[in-house]
């Protein structure tokens, strides 16, 4: 690990005020530390956000509920208003790493992880993401693409996307706050989706984020109608990663036909994926195991899978169509 300098802000004023090129903010750490310790990040300097970012959360004025940047995600997952009125989110907080990273990781933290793509975590290796224009050795002939995208994804880079509570977020709606430099202290907001970004040609970049720019807070609606579910397929029964994830939102109404659906998946992009093609067929039509197939078939037919990761394609359609099956009155 490369020498850094270290400060304490104590305000997300203060935070800002103290980046500068190089630098990076810390919020629990899980991830950042290990890339450092990797060799793959080698910032000059790193500022400790911890105290300094909100670790509340509140209601909003519109009824739904405000998420502080530090509340550290076991918080977020026991909290008894996020239970009762957004289960969806809470189940994918406890789906993702161990209890101990839980207990350190951040809401902020969460949604900014870099992805888990061997290639880019072993600085030996050409990456993109990790090393601009050297190369992508995952588009390469016998390249290990089991855990790679099947959407979305670019000749300069195939990895995924690790957060389950990002997927969560995106299917619900969320809305995102950030600081920075160069707002005047008004800070934006980003929508989910909205905040991630497809690899393009500039794979290095994760987020829409700005040089500089903190994330303060998540937003969240007030609660969807109907009944929601999020459900993650994955090598082993805990601390890994999705191989594909779903999370659902489903209202149906007396007649037999959907009035609201929010699909989202994991596992297959860039980006946590919203399946705008899936929502579009199953809203307003007769809701069954026939119509969610043919939605889910319609959303893959927009998958490009790699040469080892085809079995995605499948395990997604089945996905979607078995938990939005399950969350029929």
Same mark, same amino acid.
């Given at each position: 690990m490369r020498a850094f300098s270290y400060a304490r802000a104590a305000s997300p004023d203060d935070a800002v005020a103290r980046y500068?090129?190089?630098?990076?903010?810390?919020?629990?750490?899980t991830n950042l530390v290990d890339l450092m310790r990797l060799g793959v990040a080698a910032p000059e300097h790193v500022i400790d956000v911890t105290g300094a970012v909100s670790d509340e959360i509140s209601a909003t004025a519109d009824g739904g509920l405000r998420i502080?940047?530090?509340? !550290?995600?076991? +918080?977020? =997952?026991? /909290? $008894?208003?996020?239970?009762? #009125?957004y289960p969806l989110l809470a189940r994918a907080v406890l789906t993702g790493a161990s209890g101990q990273i839980r207990n350190a990781a951040t809401v902020g933290g969460n949604l900014l992880q870099r992805t888990r793509c061997p290639y880019f975590q072993d600085v030996s290796m050409r990456c993109n993401k990790r090393a601009p224009g050297s190369g992508c050795q995952a588009t390469e002939p016998g390249a290990d693409t089991e855990h790679m995208a099947i959407f979305g994804h670019s000749p300069f880079c195939v990895a995924t996307h690790p957060s389950d509570m990002a997927v969560a977020l995106t299917a619900l709606g969320a809305r995102?706050?950030?600081?920075?430099?160069?707002?005047?202290?008004?800070?934006?907001?980003?929508?989910?989706?909205?905040?991630? !970004?497809?690899? +393009?040609? =500039?794979? /290095? $970049?994760?987020?829409?984020? #700005?040089?500089?720019?903190?994330?303060?807070?998540?937003?969240?609606?007030?609660?969807?109608?109907?009944?929601?579910?999020?459900?993650?397929?994955?090598?082993?029964?805990?601390?890994?990663?999705a191989l594909v994830s779903v999370a659902a939102v489903l209202d149906v109404g007396a007649d037999g036909r959907a009035r609201e659906c929010r699909v989202a998946l994991g596992g297959?992009?860039?980006?946590?994926?919203?399946?705008?093609?899936?929502?579009?067929?199953?809203l307003g039509a007769q809701s069954g195991p026939e119509a969610f197939a043919r939605a889910a078939d319609a959303e893959l037919r927009a998958a490009r899978p790699l040469p080892g990761n085809g079995y995605k394609v499948t395990l997604a359609r089945n996905l979607i169509v078995s938990v939005l099956a399950e969350l029929m009155p």
């Open positions: 500068r090129p190089g630098a990076v903010y810390l919020g629990g750490g502080g940047a530090c509340v !550290r995600n076991s +918080d977020l =997952a026991a /909290d $008894r208003v996020v239970c009762e #009125r995102v706050r950030v600081t920075g430099p160069d707002d005047g202290g008004a800070g934006r907001v980003l929508e989910m989706p909205g905040l991630h !970004r497809l690899p +393009d040609d =500039a794979p /290095d $970049r994760d987020t829409d984020l #700005r040089p500089g720019e903190l994330i303060t807070a998540v937003e969240l609606p007030p609660p969807p109608n109907g009944r929601s579910a999020y459900r993650k397929v994955r090598e082993r029964a805990s601390f890994a990663f297959v992009a860039h980006i946590p994926w919203r399946a705008t093609a899936v929502e579009r067929l199953v």
